[in-house]
């Protein structure tokens, strides 16, 4: 081949000269572009990102059936929008148990600090008066009244009894001289037997009334007087302080309990964040249907929040001094931003977060550096994005180095 072609060309042939020229002119410019690929300048560092944003899934934290969905995929939220409603009629009857009991705790609670009422005290008193009147009358034994008559019976018996033996005597004598008949002398013997009985009847009653009342009749009216007395006197103090104390624990247990499960029964309908990133937001998947039956903290809603937009970008360690977080108007902080879509409009952000650990470079993101270089990812807020940014976009960013 070489020999073929030395007839045509020479060392001095201008062709030979013109080849050489145009071939140092093509490595000088393959240098160039590898060395400042895509067009580096020594005060702008150009990196390449991808637009994120924040994603909060929406749900309850009790189970049920759907019963209204209120809002669909694309839909717009804005803070404290209805989105679903779950059926929780187990929860609703057991508030209205729990209300019940909460209003007979209550009530237990309102007696106890009250106290007892005042027909409750007189009555309380009126049964002691009678127990120690009972008592008194039981341990002062019979008046002497009783006793007087008790001893007075038994002289009357006595003397019916005299009257009785005399009479039987007599009547004897006669029986025996065949003056009188068997039958009144039967008689007589009845008439002083019933006499002597009388007479021992009225003897124990005397006994009794002189001795006065059994020792346990006294003691069982004084132990009952006293009972009664200690309730007056209960009633009249009013409820211990740790009566009350434990009234109001339990009816501060039960207005608890009723006010879990409202809690409960408001998480039954599910509502966007009463917070400012929720303004604008969209749904970007709404995970039922009405009739579907959802578990407890199960994520129903996957929801975009617009106002909670950032761009992700991975700078090159080597690069990392020329970036820093803030808010002022330094260089380091303040970036333009571009879409691929609209590459000669610039959007202006700040650098709010520098990661503090490390990484590779993802394979989805082009660094102007070697991918051996470690990076650090670095998240920008843009100012305004005119509705312009979507999650997912690939965007170009430019710093300016100081």
């Keep these: 081949m070489r020999?073929?072609?030395?007839?045509?060309l020479g060392a001095g042939d201008p062709l030979v000269k013109r080849v050489v020229v145009i071939g140092a002119l093509l490595a000088v410019a393959a240098v160039a572009l590898f060395l400042y690929w895509p067009f580096r300048s020594s005060k702008e560092l150009r990196i390449a990102g991808i637009v994120e944003v924040q994603e909060v899934r929406l749900g309850s934290k009790v189970g049920g059936r759907v019963a209204e969905l209120f809002v669909r995929e694309g839909a717009q939220l804005h803070p404290g929008m209805k989105l679903l409603r779950l059926e929780a009629p187990e929860l609703?009857?057991?508030?209205?148990?729990?209300?019940?009991?909460?209003?007979?705790?209550?009530?237990?609670?309102?007696?106890?600090?009250?106290?007892?009422?005042?027909?409750?005290?007189?009555?309380?008193?009126?049964a002691t008066a009678a127990a120690k009147a009972r008592y008194d009358r039981i341990a002062f034994g019979?008046?002497?009244?009783?006793?007087?008559?008790?001893?007075?019976?038994?002289?009357?018996?006595?003397?019916?009894?005299?009257?009785?033996?005399?009479d039987y005597q007599r009547l004897y004598e006669l029986y025996q001289s065949k003056s009188a008949a068997k039958a009144d002398i039967d008689a007589a013997l009845g008439a002083r037997d019933r006499a002597r009985g009388r007479v021992n009847a009225a003897k124990a009653k005397a006994d009794m009334y002189q001795l006065g009342n059994r020792p346990e009749d006294v003691f069982e009216a004084k132990a009952e007087w006293e009972k009664l007395k200690a309730k007056a006197d209960e009633l009249n103090a009013g409820s211990r302080v740790e009566d009350i104390a434990l009234a109001?624990?339990?009816?501060?247990?039960?207005?608890?309990?009723?006010?879990?499960?409202?809690?409960?029964?408001?998480?039954?309908?599910?509502?966007?964040?009463?917070?400012?990133?929720?303004?604008?937001?969209?749904?970007?998947?709404?995970?039922?249907r009405v009739g579907d039956l959802?578990?407890?903290?199960?994520?129903?809603?996957?929801?975009?929040?617009?106002?909670?937009?950032?761009?992700?970008?991975?700078?090159?360690?080597?690069?990392?001094?020329?970036?820093?977080?803030?808010?002022?108007?330094?260089p380091a902080s303040i970036v333009d931003v571009t879409l691929d879509g609209l590459p000669n409009k610039t959007f202006k952000g700040r650098v709010i977060q520098v990661s503090n650990v490390s990484e590779f470079t993802p394979r989805n993101v082009q660094s102007v550096d070697q991918r051996r270089f470690q990076v650090f990812g670095v998240r920008i807020a843009v100012d305004e994005t005119d509705g312009r940014f979507h999650a997912g976009m690939a965007t170009a960013v430019k710093l300016q180095k100081e």
């Design 3 to 8: 020999g073929s072609l030395r007839p045509f």
């Design 92 to 126: 609703e009857n057991q508030k209205k148990q729990l209300q019940a009991r909460e209003v007979a705790a209550k009530a237990d609670y309102d007696r106890a600090l009250a106290g007892a009422r005042a027909e409750e005290k007189r009555a309380a008193e009126a």
């Design 142 to 166: 019979w008046r002497e009244e009783e006793k007087r008559w008790a001893v007075s019976e038994l002289e009357t018996a006595s003397a019916e009894l005299k009257q009785a033996l005399d």
């Design 248 to 288: 109001q624990a339990k009816w501060q247990e039960a207005k608890a309990k009723v006010e879990e499960v409202e809690i409960s029964l408001k998480e039954a309908t599910v509502f966007a964040p009463d917070s400012y990133e929720f303004k604008d937001a969209i749904v970007e998947i709404a995970s039922v």
């Design 294 to 330: 959802v578990t407890a903290n199960q994520p129903i809603f996957r929801v975009l929040c617009a106002n909670d937009m950032w761009v992700k970008v991975f700078v090159p360690e080597t690069e990392l001094a020329y970036v820093k977080v803030g808010t002022s108007n330094s």
